[in-house]
């Protein structure tokens, strides 16, 4: 599975993004997408993770309220909406799989075993 995150970018605080990660490979549907980012000097954070079967979104909770993640089986696409962006969103956002088949979310980066190469978002005050 290879991943590939986009629509990251500066923004204002307040304002919005939707990024994506378009995964190729046919196993899409069958693997627990995640979110994560990571901040400059700080570890891997979990954001947020849609299971394989598309049930409710589990979220850290940093970030209930203003991120959504959905994902669209049939175009191989995960999605994070970001609204009422701050400055501490200020990071590179990474999606990842889980391929275990695993019947919880996971929440650790060392559960996850495909990533993107990360898209930055940069939240000016």
């Not at 500066?10 to 190729?24: D, F, I, K, N």
């Not at 849609?50 to 999605?79: C, E, Q």
């Amino acid at each position: 599975v290879q991943l590939v995150e986009s629509g990251g970018g500066l923004v204002q605080a307040g304002g919005s993004l939707r990024l994506t990660c378009a995964a190729s490979g046919r196993t899409f549907s069958m693997h627990t997408m995640g979110w994560f980012r990571q901040a400059p000097g700080k570890e891997r954070e979990f954001v947020g993770a849609i299971s394989w079967g598309g049930g409710a979104p589990y979220y850290a909770d940093s970030v209930k309220g203003r991120f959504t993640i959905s994902r669209d089986n049939a175009k191989n696409t995960l999605y994070l909406q970001i609204d009422s962006l701050k400055p501490e969103d200020t990071a590179v956002y990474y999606c990842a799989a889980d391929a275990s088949g695993r019947v919880y979310i996971p929440v650790k980066s060392s559960q996850y075993d495909y990533w993107g190469q990360g898209t930055q978002v940069t939240v000016s005050s």
